[in-house]
């Protein structure tokens, strides 16, 4: 599945591939919020974020969203995006598990001209959904 967000300020490409990993390209970042998904279909374990921009640098911080309230994933609140990939792995303790319902986004934030922020999120499926 395809999807593109827009605005005049920039381009979003979000593609799922299958059921355990989203690939998100964002070709002008912004500071702003980056929704992925409202509302999960199953429960999830984030496993690990890879990050990458072709120029520029950025800071980018992986949310869960419960009932509209986003709340940061331990360890991976400041990820410092640049042009060199970035693997990073966050803290076991309960803020990377997401429940069906609960909203998956990022935000990029201290944009200095990053060009083409690509992340990779990776999740596994919780057994029983």
């Known amino acids: 599945m395809t999807r593109t967000l827009s605005t005049p300020q920039q381009r979003a490409l979000r593609t799922t591939f299958g059921p355990e990993s989203f690939e998100i390209l964002i070709e002008a970042v912004?500071?702003?919020a980056y929704p992925l998904s409202?509302?999960?279909?199953?429960?999830?374990?984030l496993l690990n974020v890879t990050t990458e921009l072709a120029s520029g640098t950025c800071t980018v911080n992986v949310q869960k969203v419960v009932a509209g309230t986003p709340a940061s994933v331990t360890n991976l609140s400041a990820i410092s995006a640049t042009a060199t990939q970035?693997?990073?792995?966050?803290?076991?303790?309960?803020?990377?598990?997401?429940?069906?319902?609960?909203?998956l986004q990022f935000t990029a934030s201290a944009n200095a001209a990053?060009?083409?922020l690509s992340?990779?999120?990776?999740?596994?499926r919780i057994t029983g959904n």
Do not use: K, R
């Open 30 to 32: 912004a500071d702003q």
């Open 38 to 45: 409202l509302a999960l279909p199953v429960g999830y374990i």
């Open 86 to 103: 970035l693997e990073s792995t966050p803290t076991d303790d309960g803020t990377n598990v997401f429940a069906a319902g609960d909203g």
């Open 114 to 116: 990053g060009v083409d």
């Open 119 to 124: 992340i990779t999120i990776a999740m596994q």
